[in-house]
């Protein structure tokens, strides 16, 4: 039987460590497999969590460790120099104002300092692999996979890179695909994996699967909905319910969403999960209002908490559709020039599967798009939509890592086919 997984973390290097013990010694021939990620936005943190998370239940002969990339190049934080806030923060901080107007601009300038620091960040990331090989880089992070595949290239070249991406498509150039590097990639789209090819990168190094990597509780039995559930939270049980997040920063537009559906005279109630966007929180709490609503922060309850509502209101953040997907819930996105570019794909994707709608502006468009979702002939038009996507990639991409890491994912592994394109 396996033991407990033992975690700590090493104050040097930023690292979460988990390691599975089998009996009174670890087994031999166990691999490490190290996961890449940051916390700017929450989705590349929530990915590795779920690999990590489904590679204990499965009890996988691995030993995991979690690498925060930015932490690990702190030295180099450009904007911690200049402002003493580090890079991770002021991006989220960024979020959590809506300040994302003009972010294409922003992302240029990005990969400039990017490249400026290139040579300093493999200098790095040898640094740390020389003190810890593992068997496998699997990175959750755009923009540095360059720097990834150089500084394995240079200290343990016969290690596979192997990039998940955690958005539906690759936003080009050098951001989640670069040219002329062997190493595999993991999409979720259809459309991500014609990119990889596109860039050059053979089919048997490019795998698809049936959506995008989600934390396995989303995957879990959740009990039915009862009216009592509902009414636990100061809700009305007789109206429909829009669950409403903007990812794990939250966002100032929340509050305008509820005060156009407050104002609105629909007969709708909200859900809402604020992130760690404590100022938000408390804002919301203490909004006068008509409409019953339910305020939360940060929670790892959000699947229970899509099981309650009717349909989904948020930014077209990959990780918060895909959750709300899982759900069955239909969606209702906002997509303009204050989107993140790598995110504008997103909303198409939405409306072409037609499990919901993408609005130009909340201020005009909330309160016809939601009206839409009251209504639940249109509703269960757009939930039927949502029935007909699966998506067991948290399953499958352990079963791909596995053989990548025994030498047989290059010659014996085809695509997954899917039908999430």
Known sequence: MSKPWDMYRQSHTAVLTATIQIGHSTLRGMKTVELIYCDAGGGHRSAANALHEIARRERRPWSVRQTNLLQLFAALDVWRKLTGVSGEEGYNSMLRRGWTFGS?????????????????????????????????????????????????????????????????????????????QTQYFICGTSLAREQALARGHPTERVFQTSGMILHPRFHDPVAERHLDDIAALGLDPARPTALVMFGGAGSAAMRTIVQLLDASGLRVQVIAVCGKNERLEASLRALPRRMPMYVTGFTPDVARLMKLADFFIG???????????????????????????????????????????AIRSIRRDIVKAVAAMVDPVQRGRFAARVREIPNRAVFEIPELLEQIMSGHGAANAAPIATVAG
């Not at 290139?118 to 540095?144: M, T």
């Not at 906002?334 to 993140?340: D, G, K, R, Y």
Request: charged letters at 20%; proline letters at 8%.
């Open 104 to 180: 294409s601009f922003m992302l240029r300038m990005l990969h400039s300092v990017v490249r400026r620091y290139h040579r300093e960040q493999v200098a790095v990331l040898e640094r740390h692999w020389r003190e810890n090989r593992p068997d496998v880089v699997v990175s959750f992070i755009p923009h540095f996979n360059r720097a990834l595949y150089e500084a394995i290239q240079r200290v343990m070249p016969g290690v596979p890179l192997v990039t998940i991406l955690t958005d539906l498509a690759d936003y080009p150039p050098h951001f989640w695909i670069e040219k002329h």
């Open 315 to 357: 930014k077209p953040g990959p990780g918060s559709i895909s959750e709300a997907v899982a759900m069955g819930l239909p969606v209702i996105v906002e997509c303009n020039s204050w989107t993140m570019p790598q995110e504008r794909y997103n909303a198409e994707w939405v409306e072409e599967r037609g499990i919901g709608i």
